[in-house]
């Protein structure tokens, strides 16, 4: 595996490599120091064409930890406002010689370019509405946390799919470790031939959580509703949404007790996302970011040291 | 007066007969005929010069990826003998002097006929009427007008458009494309493969519902409506729909869209980036279907060259636009003629007849009989060539067909007489 690009690069195998390698890299977190030497002397490039505090900094630490040096690139509006072409930008930065690159792009495809580009391994921090494989790796790590095997778990992914890089990625690798998913959203946010997509689809939140729908479900996972999809016309105002499509403290009743609430953040409160739902025993949300820079980890040792045994 | 004798060759691919040119005019047309230089056109085809609704020269404003030298070079060596030179130049081409600027220069270099497209409306605004007046009236004569890479949306504008142009005989080409179904950042057609690789949708029904609103448009000024390199299926029922009432309609499909499917998207290289988008496969049938029957009446290019700087970026920020004008009458042949959807005498009618009488320029699509002016082009249908962009006469080289091996080869092309292309190379120098 030289590049990850995509969920759909991750054989089972690749996959439940990485994660169980990011469950020996979580120990670390636990140290009192937590550097590891492995990648003593590599140079990671975080290229962020798109504003992003959470992921890179996430990426920022796992690198670190591993005892790389971690440069952070913003690049954001560089290539067109000044004139200068993507390749011109990116063949810059490699020069500088750089052992990998971690790129978050505001526009779909722009990482699998770069990657053509560059000689060294490139990894996706998201690539617009595409995707954002190392989100669904922390996902999928969460959800081993408390549901242990995925294999024919049930997996509901609500909100604004359309736009979402993380439903993309999640249908992807959880289809691949077996899990089943259901896609909820108002039909103004399916994407384009979600029929074709390897999962059920509704337009009914509360027919999926009761299990009425398609089964029962073993965790939910709420999409972050960008605010300014308002003014594209997709859904009348923001009460609507929240009373369709808001995981409400009625909601919640609906969902068995050992059924964890996910969200990639950042949440919005009220509307996606109740406060009790989000603070709530269910809720996993800071272990997923908790699992997120361990799972980093695994995928930078993965692409920079290759397989093997991880000297932890 | 020297003669020139074309002996042996297949006008429209019919029988092998003797052609005769002579000064700026086919001489004769019989057997055993003879002439000062006799050229062996043995298998070899003559079709009238073919003639382009919708190319991209560039000048003025981007001289570094197209100029009419370089871009008449390409139209020759492709076959060409007339190209119409789209308005969305910088400046754009919505007054006299600019059409008159680019049909000198075109005159100057004298490769193929430069006939000018006007802009509907003002600095391609979509609010006001250009000029149409003046630029029909210039010495350019422009006969066709587009605000193509912008759809004329506003309806009051289009009915105004149509009616302006009715006495000057002239056209209105419209690039359909429905702003609020499909805005600036759409780039790749609406269907599966836009929902998984998370690319902005380019809806058929962006395309499909401003025709429906045009040739209602048409029907009720009374004018000549021209629809821009069609692309949907959809779009084809609304063109048989309104021919069938007798609506002045007219319409083109560019080879690529004859050719290629959305499918080639999945490698998010922007050298498939074209608007309108490629579609799937079964609108590349209706379209093939519709190019047969006569539904859609031309083959247009719509030869886009960009610098590589201007692709060079993510698919959704890198330039719409591919080369064509080398490549269309190959991939023509391939797609129409290879299937056994149109004879050689179906693609002189789709590549010159009709084209030429659609942008009313004359002199061009003229059948090839004794005192017609010798605007013609002599092909190997049997002949095969690979496309390299370095080679191609486009200071651009962003053509999709890189590569690719195609049939029927432009052995020469000949203008008002005089040899433009001769042995597959452009006769006279043009960088000058």
Redesign the interface.
């Known amino acids: 595996m030289k590049n990850l690009l995509s969920a759909a690069d991750l054989s089972r195998e690749d996959a439940v490599e990485i994660l169980d390698t990011a469950r020996r890299m979580q120990e670390v977190q636990t140290r009192e120091v937590k550097k590891l030497p492995p990648l003593r002397g590599r140079t990671v490039v975080n290229l962020f064409f798109e504003d992003s505090t959470r992921t890179r900094s996430s990426f920022e630490i796992a690198g670190k930890w591993l005892s790389a040096d971690v440069i952070n690139v913003s690049a954001k509006g560089s290539s067109l406002s000044k004139g200068e072409s993507l390749r011109d930008t990116v063949l810059t930065v490699e020069a500088m010689g750089v052992d990998a690159l971690v790129v978050r792009h505001h526009a779909s495809g722009a990482v699998a370019r770069i990657a053509q580009w560059v000689s060294c391994p490139v990894l996706n921090a998201g690539d617009g509405t595409h995707e954002h494989p190392t989100q669904a790796l922390l996902d999928a790590y969460t959800l081993r946390g408390r549901l242990g095997v995925l294999a024919d778990r049930h997996v509901a992914i609500v909100g604004d799919i359309t736009h979402s890089r993380v439903a993309r990625s999640n249908v992807l690798l959880l289809r691949t470790l077996g899990a089943r998913v259901t896609l909820v959203a108002p039909p103004t946010l399916m994407p384009a031939g979600v029929a074709s997509w390897p999962c059920e689809t509704s337009w009914d939140l509360d027919a999926v959580l009761s299990g009425k729908a398609h089964g029962d479900v073993d965790a939910v996972m709420m999409l972050r509703v960008q605010r300014e999809r308002m003014s594209g016309g997709y859904f009348p105002t923001e009460r609507e949404y929240a009373i369709g499509y808001g995981l409400s403290p009625e909601r919640l009743e609906l969902l068995g007790d050992q059924a964890p609430v996910l969200h990639p953040g950042p949440m919005n409160r009220g509307l996606e996302i109740s406060s009790l739902a989000a603070d709530g025993p269910r809720s996993v949300v800071l272990d997923q970011v908790q699992a997120g820079v361990a799972v980093r980890m695994a995928v930078l040792y993965r692409l920079l040291a290759g397989p093997g045994e991880v000297p932890v | 007066m020297s003669s020139i004798l074309l002996r042996g060759v297949a006008p429209l691919g019919g029988a092998p007969i003797d052609v005769l040119l002579e000064g700026d005019a086919i001489a004769g047309v019989g057997a055993g005929l003879s002439g000062d230089e006799v050229i062996d056109a043995g298998g070899l085809l003559l079709l009238p010069g073919l003639v382009d609704l919708h190319t991209h020269l560039r000048e003025p404003g981007r001289e570094d990826t197209e100029t009419i030298a370089s871009g008449s070079a390409a139209a020759a060596l492709g076959g060409f003998t007339a190209v119409h030179a789209m308005a969305n130049t910088d400046p754009v081409a919505d007054n006299a002097e600019i059409v008159e600027q680019v049909a000198r220069r075109g005159a100057q270099i004298g490769l193929v006929d430069v006939r000018p497209v006007g802009a509907v409306s003002k600095g391609l605004s979509g609010e006001t009427l250009a000029e149409i007046g003046n630029m029909a009236r210039s010495a350019a004569a422009v006969r066709v007008f587009s605000d193509d890479g912008r759809c004329v949306h506003d309806s009051r504008l289009m009915r105004r458009a149509l009616e302006y142009v009715k006495p000057f005989d002239a056209v209105i080409a419209q690039h359909a494309q429905d702003p609020r179904l499909a805005d600036a950042a759409a780039c790749a057609h609406?269907?599966?493969?836009?929902?998984?690789?998370?690319?902005p949708?380019w809806?058929a029904v962006a395309e499909e519902s401003i025709v429906a609103r045009d040739v209602m448009l048409a029907a009720h000024t009374a004018s000549r409506l021209h629809v821009c390199h069609v692309s949907t299926a959809g779009t084809v029922e609304v063109l048989r729909w309104a021919k069938g009432r007798g609506v002045a309609v007219t319409a083109e499909v560019t080879p690529h869209h004859l050719l290629l499917t959305c499918d080639l998207l999945e490698?998010?290289?922007p050298v498939y980036k074209v608007n309108p988008p490629l579609r799937p496969a079964e609108d590349v049938d209706a379209l093939r279907a519709a190019l047969a029957d006569g539904t859609i009446d031309a083959v247009a290019t719509d030869h886009a060259p960009h610098a590589?700087?201007?692709k060079?970026?993510?698919?959704?920020?890198a330039a719409f636009g591919m080369l064509g004008l080398q490549t269309a009458l190959s991939i023509v042949a391939q797609t129409m003629v290879g299937t056994g959807l149109l004879d050689w005498a179906g693609v002189a009618d789709r590549m010159s007849v009709r084209p030429a009488a659609i942008g009313r320029v004359a002199g061009h699509g003229a059948p090839i009989d004794v005192g017609r002016p010798a605007n013609l082009v002599l092909v190997d249908p049997a002949a095969e060539w690979t496309v390299e962009p370095a080679a191609l006469a486009s200071k651009s080289g962003n053509t999709p067909f890189a590569g690719r091996t195609l049939p029927a080869r432009v052995i020469a092309t000949v203008l008002r007489g005089r040899f433009t292309v001769g042995d597959g190379a452009v006769r006279d120098a043009v960088t000058r």
């Open positions: 609406e269907g599966p493969l836009s929902g998984r690789l998370g690319l949708g809806p490698s998010y290289d590589a700087h201007d060079d970026h993510a698919f959704a920020e």
